[in-house]
């Protein structure tokens, strides 16, 4: 009884939960995607798509396409002619008086739209003489709590007056009727019949598909932003939600829900019977019922919405079925619960002590086995050495899993008959340990000699002979004050050490391991490395798709440091940032390329050259402002590279960076784009002429269709645009041949060229013909038509 207590107060606090409103959301949408219904045929939607505002050349457009655009739909006999485009403001005279005969000539057959404000106490109508003879409808829309429109009205009321939805006017919607409803997202929007506005305008259409039919005339473009998200697409164009709306209330699929109450009070009695039930029935009988009653759960509601536009909420009866089969279940195996909690004791203990593939004691009780030995002995001193198979990747490759195990096994069965080590312990995929009790010096060295002669072995795995070599580290714990802890970490990284170093035997002490004190030396060393000339570039050609011409350069930044040799660019950047030199070393990389450039010039190679700029440097709008002018003075063509993540930290800050670039004239890349979470928000409103894709976008092209399609529309956004789009990491030809086919523009990796000297990009060059323009062109390849 306390369980079923338990049970309907956790029932009441789900069915009040976003959860439970997620769950009921999710049915609804499968319930409508199963449930595919085509449209009813009575509705056109023109689309103000890119192709409209391509050929038009402007945005807003004068009122005199949407008055010829009227006049054509009016005669192919439209019905009535509904439009989602804001004609609040005025525009010229002659616009609006065309607009304005337009709709006097059709009175009472042209819809315009209302947008009423969040607190309904203000809205933007069409200006005033436009409003007289046509009829207005509110393009409003209420969003559910995850973001998603799910709900439509019929219509609002405001300042007393009922204003219709779009949809509901179109439909017939009684006066008055302000009753919400969920839209059938089951009626197939892609089967809408559509025309294109331009095709309107040329009156170029089949008039069967306008002949009295009611006309949606709405932005699909995705520059216009009129992008909403709903259950059956993320950003689903607003004249196809009032277009739906519209088909959910003429084919009588205006969804409504029964009220909350009656399905929790069901639910609480469901929960109650099924609990009782589960207290006396065997856990697989109980499974069956469990499946019948869930299956009716969800069967019933989907015959429900089928025949009558009812969407039943069961996310109560769901919960009470998850909760008494919890409960059965509990009660099922209660009754051997003392018996299974032994067993699984010892099997967790066994586990934990020894590894699974293998079935060898593993690194705990390794560390179990050296505590007991420390504490038994204090005085004494123990070897812990740990041994590494060379090339295990590769064997395992070419023997198997399964064999790969059974390696490991004879490898320490070997290991155990050399004498080294009484038990030979798992510590990782390729990694044994052991542990040896020494008594002197002289036993110790032994002890390592006979380590020494234990690591090359030939082993017959599968009837064949592999000669396998090994790598070893040694630590020893000599005094009581050492800890064991340590000494296994110690022996662990003494064997990383003669791995990397390609050494049979690493004592911890003897080998110079890689200093933690690094990153703070180099703190200091960054401009030091500068003045002391340890800095230069390479270049990176970027390849045109279409002329596999050379379209530019990459400049990448390398640091050949004194005591440390070559550092990677992503430790000293770090530093440099943190440090502050960032913005010296940028200057330094621009003066650098500058340079550079005039030299390729003189020996005839003209290409343009894009420098990175680091998150930090793009924010301080006077640095930027440093770099133009420098560019500039210089006569260079130097284009700015800047990475996603620097716009979404602080985009206010590094939009303003980059307009001083354009307004410098300087070329903008965004680069590493996908590698983040990319707004489409920010990348509109960026300057940017080139787009360059991470190469974790393009990385699955091959294979996947999904990601073809995802870079298809990244290609086709980015051009609309005005954006060229250079592919990063391209090391294939199927990769580069795919790349190619979707549209992209340019491609950058090893399968065109290396990171390389200036000299070397120089003789590379010559034997390419370099196109005449710059890196990034002033038009894009969308505005040319190729």
Not at 592 to 613: C, H, K, P
Request: proline share 4%.
């Amino acid at each position: 009884m306390r369980g079923c207590l338990i049970g309907c107060l956790s029932l009441v606090v789900f069915s009040f939960s976003g959860a439970s409103v997620s769950l009921d959301n999710n049915l609804a949408s499968a319930r409508m995607n199963a449930l595919s219904l085509a449209p009813s045929g009575t509705v056109t939607i023109v689309t103000i798509d890119a192709e409209s505002i391509s050929k038009a050349g402007e945005w807003p457009w004068p009122r005199e396409r949407f008055a010829q655009a009227l006049d054509n739909l009016n005669a192919a006999g439209a019905g009535m002619i509904a439009l989602d485009v804001d004609f609040s403001a005025r525009s010229s005279p002659e616009g609006d008086a065309a607009l304005v005969q337009a709709v006097q000539d059709n009175a009472g057959w042209i819809a315009l739209p209302a947008f009423l404000q969040r607190d309904y106490r203000q809205s933007n109508t069409p200006f005033g003489e436009l409003a007289e003879n046509a009829v207005i409808a509110s393009v409003n829309v209420e969003l559910s709590r995850d973001g998603r429109l799910r709900k439509y009205r019929r219509g609002f009321v405001h300042e007393g007056k009922y204003i219709p939805t779009l949809g509901g006017l179109l439909a017939g919607a009684e006066p008055s009727d302000t009753r919400a409803f969920m839209i059938d997202y089951g009626i197939d929007a892609d089967q809408v019949d559509t025309i294109s506005f331009d095709d309107v305008l040329r009156n170029r259409f089949d008039p069967k598909l306008i002949a009295g039919r009611s006309v949606v005339i709405g932005a699909t473009a995705l520059e216009l932003g009129d992008l909403l998200s709903t259950p059956h697409s993320p950003a689903m164009p607003g004249v196809y939600v009032h277009a739906l709306g519209y088909e959910s209330l003429v084919q009588n699929r205006a969804l409504t829900s029964p009220s909350k109450l009656p399905m929790l009070i069901l639910g609480m009695a469901l929960l109650m019977i099924t609990s009782v039930v589960a207290r006396y029935t065997p856990l697989r009988q109980l499974f069956g019922i469990h499946v019948l009653v869930m299956s009716s759960v969800l069967v019933i509601p989907f015959i429900i919405q089928n025949f009558f536009p009812i969407s039943i909420n069961t996310s109560s009866l769901i919960f009470a079925l998850g909760w008494s089969s919890a409960a059965g279940i509990w009660n099922a195996f209660s009754r051997h619960k003392r018996a299974l909690l032994e067993q699984e004791s010892n099997y967790l203990t066994y586990m934990a002590e020894h590894d699974s593939e293998t079935g060898m004691p593993n690194r705990r009780s390794m560390l179990a086995a050296l505590t007991d030995l420390h504490r038994t002995d204090p005085e004494a001193s123990i070897l812990v050495v740990t041994f590494g198979i060379r090339r295990f990747g590769e064997l395992r490759g070419a023997i198997g899993y399964t064999n790969a195990k059974t390696l490991i096994r004879s490898a320490a069965e070997r290991l155990y008959e050399t004498g080294t080590g009484l038990t030979h312990y798992h510590l990782g995929a390729s990694v044994l340990g052991t542990l040896i009790r020494v008594g002197d010096q002289d036993s110790v060295d032994k002890c390592i000699d006979d380590v020494r002669s234990a690591l090359q072995h030939t082993i017959v795995v599968a009837g064949q002979s592999l000669h396998i070599e090994l790598s070893a580290g040694v630590a020893m714990i000599a005094s009581q004050t050492d800890d064991e802890e340590t000494a296994l970490s110690r022996a662990s990284l003494s064997l990383d050490h003669a791995r990397r170093t390609r050494r049979d035997l690493v004592r911890w002490g003897e080998a110079q391991f890689e200093d933690p004190q690094l990153r703070l030396a180099l703190l200091t060393e960054v401009n030091a490395g500068l003045d002391r000339d340890e800095f230069h570039l390479v270049y990176q050609p970027k390849i045109c798709t279409r002329s596999h011409e050379i379209v530019g350069v990459e400049a990448l930044m390398r640091w050949n440091h004194p005591a440390f040799g070559q550092i990677a660019p992503d430790s000293f950047i770090t530093v440099a940032e943190k440090t502050g030199a960032i913005d010296k070393l940028t200057l330094w990389a621009i003066k650098q390329a500058i340079r550079d450039q005039s030299t390729m010039r003189r020996m005839g190679v003209d290409a343009a050259i894009a420098v990175n700029m680091s998150a930090r440097s793009l924010l301080e709008i006077d640095f930027c402002r440093q770099l133009a002018e420098t560019i500039n003075q210089s006569g260079a063509t130097i284009a700015i590279e800047i990475t996603e993540t620097a716009v979404m930290e602080q985009p206010e800050l590094a939009i303003c960076s980059a307009n001083a670039f354009r307004d410098a004239g300087i070329k903008l890349a965004i680069d590493d784009y996908g590698a983040g979470q990319s707004s489409i928000a920010y990348l509109k409103r960026l300057p940017a002429d080139e787009l360059k894709l991470d190469r974790s976008m393009i990385s699955d092209v091959r294979d996947s269709q999904r990601d073809r399609m995802i870079l298809k529309s990244t290609f086709d956004l980015a051009h609309a645009l005005g954006m060229r789009v250079v592919c990063e990491g391209v090391e294939d030809e199927a990769t580069y041949d795919a790349l190619k086919a979707l549209g992209c523009d340019a491609i950058q990796g090893y399968l065109t060229g290396r990171p390389m000297a200036v000299d070397k990009l120089i003789a590379f060059s010559r034997s390419r013909r370099l196109p005449a323009n710059h890196l990034l062109p002033e038009h894009s390849l969308a505005e040319t038509g190729t």
